[in-house]
């Protein structure tokens, strides 16, 4: 997923069949479909030897040339190799929002405010805006469920809230322009509106 657009793009992989062998891998990629061997091939670097996960950061925005993944992965007894292929526009995935605070406003018994920001490993939110889905659910109260947004700004006043009643809320973060898929769920926070006199 290009989880920092558009600058990092964090691959991760699973083997099919686990062994108890010792197995390492390596990740390269290119950009563009040219012979094998043509040079144009780069290392998609890993965090740590073995891990299974490794990050892309140089990419060419808006390419319409796929970039290929691959992924070898070698024991003892041999090597098999994986490719993926992608567009980086279209594995946009912000990681979830973060710094949920959630506080009762003043004399409002049916409001909320919900403030965020957007994740850190989004390099450049004042250039490429993310926007925002509100997922909020009275405790307790089974199907309240209820989605709304998106919305482009990083606080919320909620309103129509139940009085004296807690709620847990959730956001979720997308790239603006609608490219990729929406960034999973954040933790989730709780507040209770305004309940003095
Ligand atoms: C990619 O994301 C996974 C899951 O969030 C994380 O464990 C891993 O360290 C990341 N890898 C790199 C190379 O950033
Ligand atoms: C609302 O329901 C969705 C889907 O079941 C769930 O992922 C989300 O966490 C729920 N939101 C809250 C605030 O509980
Ligand atoms: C939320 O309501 C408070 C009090 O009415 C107001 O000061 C604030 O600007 C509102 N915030 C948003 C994001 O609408």
Not at 78 to 97: L, R, W
Not at 115 to 140: H, M, N, T, V
Request: aromatic share 12%.
């Amino acid at each position: 997923w290009a989880i920092g657009y558009p600058q990092t793009i964090n691959c991760t992989w699973t083997v099919d069949a686990a062994t108890h062998l010792d197995t390492c891998f390596i990740a390269t990629y290119r950009h563009g479909v040219g012979a094998k061997g043509t040079g144009g091939e780069r290392e998609c670097i890993q965090p740590a030897a073995r891990a299974r996960s490794c990050s892309i950061s140089d990419v060419q925005m808006f390419s319409i040339t796929p970039y290929v993944l691959s992924v070898t992965a070698a024991n003892p007894l041999g090597a098999a190799t994986s490719y993926f292929h992608f567009i980086v526009e279209q594995i946009i995935k912000p990681d979830p929002p973060e710094d949920l605070t959630v506080s009762p406003i003043p004399g409002e018994r049916k409001k909320l405010l919900l403030q965020w920001k957007p994740p850190a490993s989004w390099p450049f939110p004042e250039y490429f805006s993310l926007k925002y889905l509100i997922s909020y659910a009275r405790d307790g109260g089974g199907s309240s469920n209820r989605t709304i947004g998106p919305y482009e700004q990083t606080s919320f006043n909620l309103t129509g809230l139940r009085p004296g009643t807690i709620y847990h809320l959730q956001v979720a973060a997308k790239d603006f322009t609608d490219y990729g898929k929406y960034s999973s769920w954040s933790p989730s926070v709780s507040g209770t509106p305004w309940t003095q006199l």
